[in-house]
């Protein structure tokens, strides 16, 4: 695929009214395209998760406007077009790994031997095989964390979103995924985004973006979005 697979233009988001009100983005301008591998930094509270969430369309914009224009309308962006993989894992604790896994297919009504097959090779694709009757709590934290990220891919996404997805890990177990998510998008072509405060993981993607109080920078700003 190629073109832009995100795009926002002038997005913001405000919880709350009046005296109470937050604004977590401000006018945030940025694009991405197929391909790009971009890491957004910044501290805590910056705003990063909630342009993740913009991002997938799992957030409206109080102000502006987000679109997809290479993957189609917000409707048509998951299960495919668009994944996430969240600081936690977020898996069904009566569910094993397969059945976690092919969980985005069988609630869009995929046929069962056709899900079966994607989540297979999702979880060979990140070294997962042999994991695949076993149950999270059998699992250690990076093993889960893997995990998530093959269910994320199983739908064979064109732009894949980390928030913050290896912030409960130690260094190694870390690096393994963030390997885990270069690799798979390697393979894959899909756009990749990975918010964190690492700057190590920052470091192993080839662009940087970063936000302070929910204002975005990106390679192509020359200033601070107001």
């Given at each position: 695929?190629?073109?832009?697979?995100?795009?926002?233009?002038?997005?913001?988001?405000?919880?709350?009214?009046?005296?109470?009100?937050?604004?977590?983005?401000?006018?945030?301008?940025?694009?991405?395209?197929?391909?790009?591998?971009?890491?957004?930094?910044?501290?805590?509270?910056?705003?990063?998760?909630?342009?993740?969430?913009?991002?997938?369309?799992?957030?409206?914009?109080?102000?502006?406007?987000?679109d997809w224009p290479a993957?189609?309308?917000?409707?048509?962006?998951?299960?495919?077009?668009?994944?996430?993989?969240?600081?936690?894992?977020?898996?069904?604790?009566?569910?094993?790994?397969?059945?976690?896994?092919?969980?985005?297919?069988?609630?869009?009504?995929?046929?069962?031997?056709?899900?079966?097959?994607?989540?297979?090779?999702?979880?060979?694709?990140?070294?997962?095989?042999?994991?695949?009757?076993?149950?999270?709590?059998?699992?250690?934290?990076?093993?889960?964390?893997?995990?998530?990220?093959?269910?994320?891919?199983?739908?064979?996404?064109?732009?894949?979103?980390?928030?913050?997805?290896?912030?409960?890990?130690?260094?190694?177990?870390?690096?393994?995924?963030?390997?885990?998510?270069?690799?798979?998008?390697?393979?894959?072509?899909?756009?990749?985004?990975?918010?964190?405060?690492?700057?190590?993981?920052?470091?192993?993607?080839?662009?940087?973006?970063?936000?302070?109080?929910g204002r975005l920078r990106?390679?192509?700003?020359?200033?601070?979005?107001?």
């Open positions: 695929m190629t073109g832009v697979v995100a795009r926002c233009q002038d997005a913001a988001r405000t919880f709350g009214r009046g005296v109470a009100a937050v604004v977590a983005v401000h006018g945030a301008t940025c694009e991405i395209a197929a391909g790009d591998r971009i890491a957004l930094t910044g501290p805590s509270g910056s705003g990063k998760s909630t342009l993740v969430h913009l991002l997938a369309g799992l957030d409206d914009p109080t102000a502006g406007t987000v993957l189609g309308s917000l409707g048509a962006l998951r299960p495919g077009p668009v994944a996430v993989v969240f600081q936690a894992p977020s898996l069904l604790p009566a569910l094993d790994v397969a059945e976690n896994v092919a969980l985005p297919l069988v609630l869009a009504g995929v046929a069962e031997a056709e899900a079966r097959t994607a989540t297979q090779i999702a979880l060979e694709r990140l070294g997962l095989g042999d994991l695949a009757g076993k149950l999270p709590e059998e699992l250690s934290g990076g093993q889960a964390q893997r995990v998530a990220v093959a269910r994320a891919l199983v739908g064979e996404p064109q732009l894949l979103l980390a928030d913050e997805p290896t912030g409960q890990l130690d260094h190694v177990t870390a690096a393994q995924v963030v390997d885990a998510l270069i690799d798979t998008a390697a393979h894959t072509g899909c756009a990749l985004l990975v918010a964190t405060h690492d700057p190590v993981v920052a470091d192993r993607l080839d662009v940087r973006w970063s936000m302070v109080d990106t390679r192509e700003a020359l200033s601070w979005s107001a």
